[in-house]
């Protein structure tokens, strides 16, 4: 891939994927597909109540419908996430459960189905391991479960703390540290109590701290986790850094600060934004564009640490609901939106 | 759903002698936007949309009760963006969550997908004004509410006027 560095960029649209009936919500590529022969899959959750997986074919490099999960969650499925081993998915759905698949032949089979939550589950995340898998809902509660042998899933902790409904939950890429975002504004950072299973907050970022002003819609992390990044219904996105070499080093926890905000791009609602392992940030917004941040490299002291890469105006006809990096191959980018579409996308170099 | 009624005794006003109604061809003229003239009729045709919309507790429209007035409605065709401003009958109306979702799934129902809406309360007419504003403009918690049946009902009710 042409250095990041390069202003001559933008995406290209590769193929658009058609066959959800109502707005596609979120996407997920399986992290162990896309290198080493093993084509690339891609699953997308719809307000169609089914999720459904396209895979890459390895003769036409375009992708196609491998599977439809239907007929199981009752309402729409809001995001889905895929365990770091790449066997199981988990689908958060309206119909307040969470379902875990696993792929049999060119079926996929439901697991379990993990129930507790009140109302709407809105984001289901695997920690890096896979052994533990956390759901955040509209009742403002985040769970905590455990993958237990057997496809057992025990709920060990349920935090709350949040003052209205939780938008998304991500762990942190290496260290069992949690991050939540709602429509309280605010972002969480929770993390265990030693040895004892008890999980507690240990910072909130708000607007108080150079935080957002109205709801946090989603989180990301660079490729080391030293640094992550929210977008909100404020229009704004913002990078945050930590001192993860203390935390891994076990010297103990390291604040999250506030490091940039990206004002003055998207002009509607940034509903997603994902970090590439390359240092590309994406967002995707209810104004229909995507755009792209690189950190800025001829930085002289004063100016701004992120600039725009590349923009694309009208990437989908409605709301864009969510970006993601493919998880091997260079400047591969999927967009899910309300127009009921998947795009997938390729970063070159402008023609 | 309520024991008694928010709001027992609207005022319902005199309906306005209506301006002819137009199509929806205007929506398609693009040169049509650049009038001043133009943009009046366009945003007459918006109100057409929801001016018979009935109202959540009473037999009369929201045009009757004034929850919805002819400046209600900005419109940029250029960037397909619509705002709806609505005036709560009383400051506590807890009906007013529902009435922005009427007026939500009404325009949802007969704009072009293009257009990018906002609903809102009039400034200083509603006593939860921010957190009924953020709300409506939740397209999670709009998404989640039309799944509910008992609050699809409503809205359809309030709605069958409107589409006659």
Not at chain 1, 54 to 80: D, G, M, N
Not at chain 1, 224 to 247: E, Q
Not at chain 1, 252 to 268: E, F, I, Q, V
Not at chain 2, 25 to 35: F, I, K, M, N, R
């Amino acid at each position: 891939m042409a250095s990041v560095s390069e202003d001559n960029l933008e995406l290209q649209e590769i193929q658009k994927l058609e066959g959800h009936t109502d707005r596609v919500w979120g996407l997920a590529w399986n992290p162990t597909s896309g290198a080493d022969g093993v084509p690339a899959v891609l699953a997308s959750c719809s307000g169609d109540k089914t999720v459904k997986i396209w895979q890459k074919s390895p003769s036409t490099s375009s992708f196609h419908l491998k599977a439809t999960i239907e007929e199981t969650h009752t309402r729409t499925v809001r995001s889905c996430s895929w365990s770091p081993s790449g066997k199981l998915l988990a689908t958060a759905s309206f119909d307040a459960t969470t379902a875990i698949w696993e792929q049999v032949g060119d079926d996929f089979e439901c697991l379990a189905t993990l129930e507790g939550h009140e109302n709407e589950v809105k984001s289901v995340s695997w920690n890096a391991s896979g052994s533990l898998l956390a759901t955040c809902s509209r009742d403002k509660s985040i769970w905590i479960w455990e993958a237990l042998p057997g496809n057992e899933f025990d709920c060990v902790s349920v935090l709350q703390g949040h003052t209205q409904d939780v938008k998304m939950v991500l762990w942190h890429p290496s260290e069992d540290i949690l991050f939540s975002c709602s429509y309280d504004n605010t972002i969480k950072v929770w993390a265990e109590d030693g040895d004892s299973d008890d999980w507690h907050c240990v910072q909130t970022l708000k607007e108080a701290n150079n935080g957002h002003s109205s709801t946090v819609w989603s989180i990301s992390f660079n490729a080391t986790g030293d640094k992550m990044v929210t977008s909100s219904d404020d229009l704004s996105i913002k990078v945050w850094g930590a001192d993860i070499v203390r935390v891994q080093s076990g010297e103990g926890y390291a604040p999250w600060k506030h490091l940039c905000t990206l004002s003055g791009y998207h002009d509607r609602t940034v509903f997603s934004v994902h970090w590439s392992r390359e240092g590309i940030i994406s967002s995707g917004a209810a104004d229909d564009a995507i755009r792209l941040f690189v950190e800025n490299q001829d930085d002289l002291g004063d100016g701004p640490m992120y600039r725009l890469l590349s923009k694309k105006e009208k990437a989908h006809e409605q709301d864009v609901n969510c970006v993601q990096w493919g998880s091997k191959e260079s400047g591969l980018l999927a967009s899910s939106s309300d127009d009921c579409s998947v795009k997938i996308w390729k970063l070159g170099p402008r023609h | 759903m309520v024991a008694g009624l928010i709001n027992a005794n609207p005022i319902v006003y005199e309906k306005k002698e209506r301006r002819p109604r137009t199509g929806s061809v205007v929506l398609e003229d693009e040169y049509a936007v650049e009038s001043i003239d133009h943009m009046v009729v366009f945003s007459l045709t918006f109100l057409h949309h929801i001016r018979d919309i009935k109202d959540p507790e009473h037999p009369y429209s929201l045009e009757d009760l004034k929850v919805i007035t002819e400046d209600a409605i900005e419109v940029d065709d250029k960037r397909s963006y619509v705002r709806v401003t609505f005036t709560p009958t009383v400051e506590h109306c807890s009906m007013a969550t529902v009435i922005g979702l009427c007026l939500r799934v009404k325009l949802m129902r007969s704009l072009p997908s293009r257009y990018k809406v906002d609903i809102r309360v009039a400034p200083g007419t509603h006593a939860t004004e921010a957190a009924v504003n953020k709300q409506l403009n939740d397209k999670e918690r709009v998404a989640a509410a039309l799944e509910n049946p008992n609050l699809v009902d409503m809205v359809d009710d309030c709605l069958a006027p409107s589409f006659e």
